[in-house]
């Protein structure tokens, strides 16, 4: 089965530091990769995803993440972090190919950005 | 697009009641799925459904849980005689799928049990 790995549970920056979030991911095979981010009362919302092609994906709110297959790795970054970033991160993984594409989920980062 | 809805939002029952929740998916989207997540945890998949055929079913869902899709629309989860370990936040998600695996599923509100 596959599992995903989220290495830091809280996260605390100043406004316009710089944000990484590490994710690994246990699965050998082919893999879709996201970044979900759940806003303080908010539902859970797509950051980015990689399906194929660049893995450099830049997503919405100046984030980008980077696939690096032999690290099984996809992190998620962005330079300078503002106040609004205060939210909880989930990367989440499925393998092409099975049948439906249930997503494994990372346990979350909280990041507290203070102003 | 009204995005994925889901009622109630917050249920607080008594240990041993049946509770059932309900999730209307993105209009058209032809695939559902239910997740629970607990407090520090990740969601977890529960089940899915490929329009009305429920295809998969997580070892999480125990025979006390049922779903359902009867018109591929709306999906209801049905807990019977709850539990304390059944408090969590039940998630809802859809998305549409045409072929191949590039999929991306969009996440509803949530329904958040507490079991007394």
């Known amino acids: 089965a596959q599992s995903v790995s989220q290495h830091n549970h809280h996260v605390i920056l100043s406004e316009a530091a710089s944000l990484e979030l590490g994710c690994n991911y246990s699965?050998?095979?082919?893999?879709?990769l996201f970044w979900y981010v759940q806003y303080p009362g908010q539902h859970l919302q797509l950051l980015l995803k990689y399906f194929s092609g660049d893995p450099l994906v830049k997503g919405i709110k100046g984030f980008e993440a980077e696939f690096i297959k032999s690290k099984f790795s996809f992190n998620l970054r962005k330079p300078s972090v503002q106040w609004s970033d205060t939210a909880e991160y989930f990367c989440?993984?499925?393998?092409?190919?099975?049948?439906?594409?249930?997503?494994?989920f990372g346990g979350g980062t909280r990041v507290l950005v203070k102003p | 697009d009204t995005g994925v809805s889901q009622d109630p939002r917050h249920k607080i029952t008594k240990r041993g009641q049946n509770v059932t929740f309900r999730c209307d998916p993105i209009?058209?989207?032809?695939?559902l799925y239910w997740y629970r997540q607990t407090l520090g945890q990740g969601p977890e998949f529960l089940t899915y459904?490929?329009?009305?055929?429920?295809?998969?079913k997580s070892r999480l869902l125990s025979d006390r849980f049922s779903a359902e899709r009867p018109k591929g629309s709306f999906s209801t989860l049905e807990i019977q005689r709850t539990e304390q370990g059944d408090s969590a936040m039940y998630l809802c998600?859809?998305?549409?799928?045409?072929?191949?695996?590039?999929?991306?599923?969009?996440f509803g509100p949530g329904t958040r049990l507490l079991v007394l």
């Open positions: 209009s058209e989207h032809n695939r």
């Open positions: 459904f490929q329009n009305e055929a429920q295809l998969e």
């Open positions: 699965y050998g095979g082919t893999v879709n």
């Open positions: 989440a993984v499925n393998h092409r190919g099975a049948a439906g594409n249930k997503l494994t």
């Open positions: 998600a859809s998305s549409l799928v045409a072929g191949g695996n590039q999929e991306t599923q969009y």
